[in-house]
């Protein structure tokens, strides 16, 4: 961090405090790179953001403090040499949210285990001078437990049996109980001692009123488990996000290092005709609520760590299958089992590689190797494919530091160029000494298509910096060809679909010819793509194309299937940029 900014009191200077409900602290995890790969919703509402603007975006260049970027990376760097143990850095200073607004607040980045071998840095945010909890318990006096203050079952219990019955003013509202339980008790306190054990407890039992809205209830219900009644929701995806909220990661300091704590959560809603009797079948209403929680938190039980099940009988298999992919991602992304293979792109006039597309596969640990079409449709309903090609564009860059001599192609998703994409991209080339030509942004045309300025503000910049941009799955996007003119496009890779029926198909021949000619003609680069055969390979190279790819010449293998010993091959190209940016195929 900037080495420490002035304090600032929240509201002076014209500087507007967050609001309220949002002035709780939050939490980032990101990589040691400072890609965001998760982030809490107390985080987001501090700095003005939703979850997409923030996950895959290196966080110190969204979230700025005192005005210029911490340099995080070597703030992690710091961390790393001080070992394990070493206190969090933390700064107060000046917070620039996302809207333009900015508060007071104090930062910290502490270390927290690692994932796959790299570090998980957790970065905290709260604002300066923050200490109060908020007011959410049930009413004062009912048998509160001494380790957390909070109220147990037979409070509980008569708090539902009154929400649910008849005796409050107009119609019952409509509720949702989420029944958790802390995953790690038994191992913190094997571990640690009772005593951190206690701790953890005492944190979540304060954590989990802050994860909710004023008027929501929280007990203690057994020594691990906690009941939270949430007023006013009828809906089974608000009451599955509700939980997920409050089932988040939760990162608590104990015995000197920092311990991250998932919980559990079943939930269940209040059926609409649950109520409105009297107190005797509220009562038993409660009790029913209580129960199908309970069987629900038995279910994500088995399911595993941070799961969340909801008791719904007929809404759950949808909400539940949307819901697992995204949480399973997110832990996936976590523990580092995303992985960048490498597919060879050949040079077909000098019979050369001369370098690799990069792409995404998850090495789930119980699906197996996953392809992108696995799991990205459900990234890209969450933002996470950001954080997917966050997390290839990064492992892309250090292999073309390690490997001189080819370039690497990386895809990047349309949402993805939001103004700050370029920007991460030559930032992490110069950090590496990486020359801007050996990268290749590959972009599907339907990118284009839409008539936004700012991914035409992104090529323009990742083309004035000198990283070539090839346009993707060229001949299906049904684009105006006007664009090629308009926009940096340095090269198109003719889609797999015109290549797969060569040689015999006359129409796919003729169009293999015409894209061969477009290209000629405005001096672009062309590739093809899905070359299955030497035929196939022949003919292209007869008819213009300069580039290649398929499997052919090889799939998609780790970097250590293309580097066997070490050393680069001997069939590498000399150091020479692999696609010379604007040469004519
Ligand atoms: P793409 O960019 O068109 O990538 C080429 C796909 O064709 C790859 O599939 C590759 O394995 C496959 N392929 C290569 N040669 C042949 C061949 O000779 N025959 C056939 N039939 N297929 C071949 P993959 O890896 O499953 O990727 C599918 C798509 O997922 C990619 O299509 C790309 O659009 C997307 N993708 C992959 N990695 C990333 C990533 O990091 N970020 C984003 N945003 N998208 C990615
Ligand atoms: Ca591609
Ligand atoms: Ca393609």
């Not at 005492?202 to 057994?222: E, F, I, K, S, Y």
């Not at 209403?285 to 938190?297: F, I």
């Not at 370098?355 to 998850?362: K, T």
């Not at 290749?440 to 000198?466: F, I, K, M, N, Y």
Request: proline letters at 7%; a neutral charge; one cysteine or more.
């Amino acid at each position: 961090m900037t080495g420490g900014g002035a304090l600032v009191e929240p509201g002076a200077d014209g500087r507007r405090a967050p609001r309220a409900g949002s002035d709780r602290a939050g939490t980032a995890l990101t990589d040691d790179d400072g890609v965001v790969l998760e982030v809490d919703p107390a985080y987001c509402a501090l700095v003005a953001g939703r979850p997409r603007d923030l996950l895959g975006r290196r966080l110190h260049e969204v979230v700025r403090v005192d005005g210029g970027p911490f340099d995080l990376p070597a703030a992690v760097a710091r961390l790393l040499a001080a070992g394990s143990g070493a206190p969090p850095l933390s700064v107060e200073g000046v917070v620039h949210r996302l809207d333009g607004t900015s508060f007071a607040a104090r930062s910290s980045l502490s270390l927290s285990g690692a994932a796959a071998g790299r570090p998980v840095v957790v970065a905290r945010l709260a604002p300066a001078g923050d200490g109060a909890e908020p007011a959410r318990a049930l009413p004062a006096g009912a048998g509160r437990d001494a380790l957390t203050g909070l109220p147990g079952r037979p409070a509980l219990l008569a708090a539902l049996t009154a929400l649910l019955g008849a005796d409050g003013p107009g119609a019952p509202a409509p509720l949702a109980v989420v029944h958790c339980d802390v995953d790690r008790l038994a191992v913190v306190n094997d571990a640690l001692g009772r005593g951190a054990g206690d701790e953890l407890l005492a944190v979540v039992a304060r954590a989990l009123p802050q994860r909710l809205r004023a008027g929501d209830l929280v007990a203690r219900v057994a020594p691990d488990e906690f009941v939270a009644v949430l007023g006013a929701v009828a809906d089974p995806a608000t009451a599955l996000r509700a939980a997920r909220r409050l089932a988040a990661p939760l990162v608590v300091p104990l015995a000197g290092r920092d311990v991250t704590t998932t919980l559990r959560a079943g939930v269940a809603l209040a059926r609409p005709d649950a109520g409105g009797a009297g107190p005797e079948e509220a009562a038993r209403a409660a009790e029913a609520l209580l129960r199908d929680a309970s069987s629900a938190l038995g279910e994500a039980g088995r399911a595993g760590r941070g799961a969340v099940r909801l008791h719904c009988p007929a809404a759950r298999e949808r909400a539940l299958r949307s819901l697992d992919a995204e949480e399973d991602l997110r832990r996936g992304l976590r523990r580092g089992e995303l992985e960048v293979h490498y597919q060879p792109v050949v040079d077909l006039r000098e019979q050369r590689r001369v370098g690799f597309e990069a792409l995404a596969r998850w090495r789930h640990p119980e699906r197996g190797l996953l392809l992108p079409a696995d799991f990205l449709p459900a990234a890209e309903e969450s933002g996470l494919d950001a954080v997917v090609d966050a997390v290839v564009l990064t492992a892309a860059l250090d292999f073309l530091q390690r490997r001189p001599g080819v370039h690497v192609a990386v895809n990047v998703s349309a949402r993805r160029l939001d103004g700050t994409w370029a920007a991460t991209v030559t930032e992490g080339l110069a950090r590496r000494g990486v020359a801007p030509q050996r990268l290749v942004v590959e972009l599907l045309e339907t990118a284009l298509l839409a008539d936004d300025p700012v991914p035409v503000a992104e090529l323009r910049a990742l083309s004035a910096r000198g990283v070539p941009v090839f346009i993707d799955d060229f001949g299906t996007g049904w684009a105006a060809l006007s664009y090629l003119r308009r926009l940096p496009v340095d090269g198109v890779k003719l889609d797999r679909s015109f290549v797969a029926d060569l040689p015999g198909d006359r129409d796919c021949a003729r169009i293999a010819d015409a894209v061969a000619a477009l290209a000629a003609g405005l001096s672009l680069q062309a590739l093809a793509e899905g070359v299955e055969t030497a035929a196939q390979a022949r003919l292209l190279a007869e008819r213009g194309w300069r580039y290649a790819q398929g499997w052919h010449f090889g799939r998609a293998e780790p970097e250590e299937h293309w580097y066997p010993a070490q050393g680069v091959r001997a069939t590498d190209a000399p150091a020479r940029p692999g696609c010379p940016s604007r040469e004519p195929a």
